[in-house]
Antibody, heavy 125, light 111 residues
């Protein structure tokens, strides 16, 4: 069925980087934008950025700019999120989510209609 | 970036109707009809239940409805059921520099 399947939990030390993958199934991967969001324990959801899977265009939240990189492999229908210079405050569940409209034009974000199961990233020394 | 304000908790009895509020500003909720709502059960990923203020995705119960007035959006759940017990998050597009903002979530308890 139509789904997004993310990679497994990660434990990282402060200062390290983490890469989370998100594999899409049963829809045309390149017709949609993929977003990355995170949810720290007991906190609100935070949007991190998106990538248009077709042309590779990206946009990042100002909060994460310089530390986050979103890429995709169209042959594998997979999106990736890499977060660098990790600190304890980055401990969170990270989600990929598809944009309901499809490809993002003009930077307008509508809604997130299909979500991955989440990947727990723990940053601890 | 500014965030949307939601009540921390709301409760209701089975069969009742409840309304969850989501208050923003003229920078997001008040300027764009791009408010969405997500339901999240413990340990699960969020699920889209309302988009573009009042539209329901396919498969979402018609007991759920969304609306907006000025800078405040709302989600109404009628005929409360035990399965509605969850956390609910609102989200709004906030322009090209901020992109999107979320509310802090409302925990709905079905008594």
């Amino acid at each position: 069925q139509v789904q997004l399947v993310q990679s497994g939990a990660e434990v990282k030390k402060p200062g390290a980087s983490v890469r989370v993958s998100c594999k899409a199934s049963e829809y045309t991967f390149t017709r949609y934008a993929m977003h990355w969001l995170r949810q720290s324990p007991g906190q609100r959801l935070e949007w991190m950025g998106w990538i248009n899977a077709g042309n590779g265009n990206t946009k990042y939240s100002q909060k994460f700019r310089g530390r986050v990189t979103i890429t995709r492999d169209t042959s594998a229908s997979t999106a990736y999120m890499e977060l660098s210079s990790l600190r304890s405050e980055d401990t969170a569940v990270y989600y990929c989510a598809r944009d309901i409209v499809g490809e993002i034009l003009g930077g307008v974000i509508d809604a997130f209609d299909l979500w991955g199961q989440g990947t727990m990233v723990t940053v601890s020394s | 970036q500014s965030a949307l304000t939601q009540p921390a908790s709301v409760s209701g009895s089975p069969g009742q109707s409840i309304t969850l509020s989501c208050t923003g500003t003229s920078s997001e909720v008040g300027s764009y009809n791009l408010v969405s709502w997500y339901q999240q059960h413990p340990g699960k990923a969020p699920k889209l239940i309302i988009y573009e203020v009042s539209k329901r995705p396919s498969g979402v119960s018609n007991r759920l409805s969304g609306a907006k007035s000025g800078n405040t959006a709302s989600l109404t759940i009628s005929g409360l059921q035990a399965e509605d017990e969850a956390d609910y998050y609102c989200c709004s597009y906030a322009g090209s520099s901020t992109s999107v903002v979320f509310g802090g979530g409302t925990k709905l308890t079905v008594l």
